[in-house]
């Protein structure tokens, strides 16, 4: 079956260092590759996402490219805030057995940016 | 335009009783998703309709949860009898798909928060 897999958390960073969050994944076809960000207290939001091999996802600093020879879609950002401390997941839409796109989420990774 | 609207924000209830929770989708989104969310876990579907037609429910403990999308909009979710472990956030979500896919992610509810003591 399909699933998602993010380096375990939490991840601990002072303001301005550069982030990567690692996201692998394992699904048939070819999906299409989102990162959500869930800020304390809220919903999860769509961070930004790619539908296609090479393509790059990007939003608030935040940059993504989907790699399918290494099946990896990893978060980066070159310099962190406070601000951007939250929870983020990895997620994919695949096509199922029964022909219809599914969705998977990892299981997140959490951001503490100190000031 | 307006969210993905869910109620009740926050339910406590006692083992073995029952409870429901509603979704009212993106207007024009066709496929509705319902996930369960365990502290420190990521999102896990539950069931997926396009309109009022079950996608996929592989995962919905048929034993105890149930759920309808019986005019293609709005959605009920059901848990009878409920369980210590069903305590988690249930997050309703939406999506505007072409050729199946979802076009622009998937928009998700605030949730409600159960918890079973």
Known sequence: ?115 | EAGVAQSPRYKIIEKRQSVAFWCNPISGHATLYWYQQILGQGPKLLIQFQNNGVVDDSQLPKDRFSAERLKGVDSTLKIQPAKLEDSAVYLCASSLVGAGRPLYGYTFGSGTRLTVV
């Open chain 1, 1 to 115: 079956g399909n699933s998602v897999t993010q380096m375990e958390g939490p991840v601990t960073l002072s303001e301005e260092a550069f982030l990567t969050i690692n996201c692998t994944y394992t699904a048939t076809g070819y999906p299409s590759l989102f990162w959500y960000v869930q800020y304390p207290g809220e919903g999860l939001q769509l961070l930004l996402k790619a539908t296609k091999a090479d393509d790059k996802g990007s939003n608030k600093g935040f940059e993504a490219t989907y790699r399918k020879e290494t099946t990896s879609f990893h978060l980066e950002k070159g310099s962190v805030q406070v601000s951007d401390s939250a929870v983020y997941f990895c997620a994919l839409s695949s096509v199922s057995s029964g022909g219809s796109y599914i969705p998977t989420f990892g299981r997140g990774t959490s951001l503490i940016v100190h000031p």
